[in-house]
């Protein structure tokens, strides 16, 4: 299970089952629920590592950039970010393509 994605009372309940049980009625902002574990796996390490990591370099990185956001005054020049128009590209002499 996922834990960010499922409300924590079919979690407290899928936690206290035994492989087989089924829950009592679980109540739920979208409405009353019943579950039954089928089995409890435990993954190994080597299996979970890479996901982990991968979750832990993210939450490092936004704690950085939220560190930075705060640290410094980010201003944005919308010149630098915007094309050049066509006719002020270098080396165009503003006649067409076809030269006529």
């Given at each position: 299970?996922?834990?960010s994605?499922?409300?924590?009372?079919?979690?407290?309940?899928?936690?206290?089952?035994?492989?087989?049980?089924?829950?009592?009625?679980?109540?739920?902002?979208?409405?009353?629920?019943?579950?039954?574990?089928?089995?409890?796996?435990?993954?190994?390490?080597?299996?979970?590592?890479p996901?982990?990591?991968?979750?832990?370099?993210?939450?490092?990185?936004?704690?950085?950039?939220?560190?930075?956001?705060?640290?410094?005054?980010?201003?944005?020049?919308?010149?630098?970010?915007?094309?050049?128009?066509?006719?002020?590209?270098?080396?165009?002499?503003?006649s067409?393509?076809?030269g006529?």
């Amino acid at each position: 299970m996922n834990m960010s994605l499922d409300p924590s009372p079919i979690l407290q309940a899928a936690y206290a089952l035994s492989p087989g049980e089924v829950s009592d009625i679980i109540a739920t902002p979208f409405g009353m629920e019943l579950i039954q574990l089928i089995e409890k796996r435990v993954k190994p390490l080597s299996e979970v590592r890479p996901e982990i990591e991968a979750m832990l370099r993210q939450e490092k990185l936004e704690d950085k950039l939220q560190e930075l956001q705060q640290q410094y005054t980010i201003t944005l020049d919308d010149s630098y970010f915007t094309p050049p128009s066509p006719a002020t590209t270098p080396g165009s002499t503003g006649s067409s393509a076809t030269g006529r």
